[in-house]
């Protein structure tokens, strides 16, 4: 059956955000820095490998997963495949296709936005990851300080104390695909729930704007980034939340 970005350019997306790319990738680096080299390392949704330089080299065994198998020959095409195995496969049929408690460290980004049903995503960590395993997870944060200020406006005063999630509908996007917004306490209630500490986390694209874009370099706002990505992490400003945490359980 085929995946719903089968029948889109993924690649083409990311052309035009260079700042959101290299900002993920700064955010990536800055939380594998906390951990040691592993053994095994799991990507869920590594689509055609956008990310796997940026920690190929920290695991002597690298799998990609992703339901769709057109962005997974893009991957193979284009990556270095001395320890990367592939695998086609939706995030909740991982368990069936792996050995439980095989993996080191599970690496999630971009992903989460599609998932209603956040039990069975950390249901699937947690089988997967070895006791003491790692996790970096990634969300859309639902309480960023551009949509707080829109709801504000618009007389909703309760707005940060909802931790529902939310669902963001736009015409430009696939309708077979849900994307949701997730409020920060909601994922670190998920993350206790399952026996997950949190280790550090960072605020990512921070200044994600057309127009400071336009008129400001991608150096420049990458050098701002790196020294607003932990501090905004406190107070979960950017519209995007990396955590990195370990599975204590």
Do not use: C
Request: charge should be positive.
């Amino acid at each position: 059956m085929a995946a719903a970005y089968d029948t889109y350019d993924y690649p083409s997306y990311w052309i035009g955000r260079e700042y959101e790319h290299k900002a993920e990738i700064l955010a990536i680096k800055a939380l594998l820095s906390k951990i040691p080299r592993i053994k095994t390392l799991l990507e869920i949704g590594a689509g055609f490998g956008r990310l796997t330089s940026t920690y190929q080299f920290r695991a002597n065994r690298v799998i990609l997963s992703d339901p769709s198998a057109k962005l997974l020959g893009l991957a193979k095409g284009e990556l270095p495949q001395k320890n990367l195995k592939f695998l086609q496969s939706k995030l909740e049929n991982l368990p069936s296709k792996m050995k439980a408690g095989s993996v080191d460290l599970i690496i999630i980004v971009r992903v989460l936005h599609h998932i209603h049903n956040l039990d069975e995503a950390f249901s699937v960590f947690t089988k997967l990851l070895k006791n003491n395993g790692y996790l970096l997870l990634e969300f859309p944060n639902k309480q960023h300080l551009k949509a707080t200020l829109a709801e504000f406006l618009k007389g909703n005063f309760t707005f940060p104390l909802d931790i529902f999630p939310k669902e963001v509908k736009s015409a430009k996007r696939k309708k077979s695909l849900p994307f949701m917004n997730y409020h920060p306490d909601l994922i670190k209630e998920k993350l206790k729930q399952y026996d997950f500490k949190v280790l550090d986390k960072r605020s990512v694209s921070n200044i994600r704007s057309p127009f400071i874009k336009k008129i400001i370099s991608t150096p420049t706002l990458i050098f701002l980034e790196n020294l607003l990505q932990k501090p905004l992490a406190l107070v979960n400003f950017g519209p995007s939340i990396f955590i990195l945490a370990r599975k204590i359980g």
